[in-house]
């Protein structure tokens, strides 16, 4: 399948501090991507849909100035978690489709986020 | 919006039963249900999907069923191995539009 790949793995930065993640979509091509957070022992929950060269879609409750999204590129999207807080603290995953490949959405490795 | 319902959320078998996890969907324009199989740490894997205007499909141990009418969809895995342990997540989208999960099942095989 289509690889995504997402950096870093881990990250801990302390209390008001920002943290940049990025998306790649290594072999295709990515107009949209899609942000998910995953709380512990919870489903993943669409955070925003980064589309590139435009504003990004951010669903119900979530702050779209805390949570900055760029999609400058084909094949980069970055999310910013802006001032964090022990709150933040979560595993962040993004996806992206590959049309020509079907329906099928490939997942990055996520990003294990703790604010201390 | 689409909302997917979930349920078991944990679900405990023998080795060699078969374990079955249950969805259901509310929107009747989404046409395309993946379950992923995710492990701790890990991102999701596909394990099957199923299109609208598909009632059934299997891979090797593992089956999806659709029933549209009803808007549910079941994940079967039939010979369960220790390896089968892991969460499960059913999904329901429209196209290519955001992937809306279900709240997951926790699936642990007992040798």
């Known amino acids: 399948g289509a690889v995504v790949s997402q950096h870093p793995s881990r990250v801990i930065c302390k209390s008001g501090t920002s943290v940049k993640i990025e998306c790649r979509s290594l072999?295709?091509?990515?107009?949209?991507m899609f942000w998910y957070r995953q709380f512990p022992k919870q489903s993943l929950m669409l955070m925003a849909t980064?589309?590139?060269?435009?504003?990004?879609?951010?669903e119900q409750g979530v702050e779209k100035d805390k949570f900055l999204i760029n999609h400058a590129s084909l094949t980069l999207s970055t999310l910013t978690v802006t001032s964090a807080h022990p709150e933040d603290s979560s595993f962040y995953i993004c996806?992206?489709?590959?049309?020509?490949?079907?329906?099928?959405?490939?997942f990055g490795q996520g990003t294990r986020l703790t604010v201390v | 919006g689409e909302n997917v319902e979930q349920h078991p959320s944990t679900l405990s078998v023998q080795e060699g039963d078969s374990a079955v996890i249950k969805c259901t969907y509310s929107d009747s324009a989404s046409n395309y249900f993946p379950w992923y199989k995710q492990e701790l740490g890990k991102r999701p894997q596909l394990i099957i999907d199923i299109r609208s205007n598909v009632g059934e499909k299997k891979d090797q141990r593992i089956a999806v069923t659709l029933n549209k009418t009803a808007k549910h969809f079941s994940l079967h895995i039939t010979e369960t191995q220790p390896e089968d342990s892991a969460v499960y997540f059913c999904?329901?989208?429209?196209?290519?539009?955001?992937?809306?999960f279900g709240q997951g099942t926790r699936l642990t095989i007992n040798p």
């Open positions: 072999d295709f091509q990515a107009t949209t």
């Open positions: 996806s992206a489709r590959d049309p020509p490949r079907g329906t099928e959405a490939f």
């Open positions: 999904a329901a989208t429209q196209g290519a539009q955001k992937l809306v």
């Open positions: 980064s589309n590139e060269g435009s504003k990004a879609t951010y």
